[in-house]
């Protein structure tokens, strides 16, 4: 079984960042593409951004250009969102998944191995 675990989750403050984690069990990150979505109360589960196998990263989400980056080390086994000036509409669940596509798909549709989610709570 493809295994998927977020860490890095938790409460910040208004202005403030955090790093989430993906980790991979039982298969190499490097050959699926990434993606971040999350989920926030009441809402469906929408796409953040993605990290292809051809290493493009792409933010689908226009509200988080230029303050969340999606990044791979390879050693580690593990995707990583860094999140930066974070304000509470960011106030979510969010998840990785894997897809074996070679490029990004915007679609929950297109991946088929999930994490459990770490949630992220901004709030002063």
């Given amino acids: 079984q493809l295994q998927l675990v977020e860490s890095g989750g938790g409460l910040v ?3 403030g960042s955090l ?3 993906c980790a991979a069990s039982g298969f190499t990150l490097d050959y699926y593409t990434i993606g971040w979505f999350r989920q926030a109360p009441g809402k469906e589960r929408e796409v953040v951004s993605c990290f292809s196998t051809s290493g493009d ?3 689908f989400t226009d509200s988080v250009k ?3 980056t ?4 390879s050693a580690k086994n593990a995707v990583y969102l860094q999140m930066n000036s974070l304000n ?3 106030t979510a669940v969010y998840y990785c998944a894997a897809d074996a596509r070679t490029k990004c798909c915007p679609s929950v549709q297109c991946f088929l ?3 459990q989610g770490t949630q992220v ?3 002063s």
Avoid at 70 to 73: L, P, V
């Fill in 19 to 21: 790093r989430l984690s």
């Fill in 113 to 115: 191995s999930w994490g």
């Fill in 57 to 59: 990263s792409i933010d």
């Fill in 121 to 123: 709570t901004v709030s």
């Fill in 66 to 68: 230029g303050r969340f």
């Fill in 70 to 73: 999606i990044s791979r080390d």
């Fill in 13 to 15: 403050q208004p202005g």
């Fill in 88 to 90: 509470p509409e960011d």
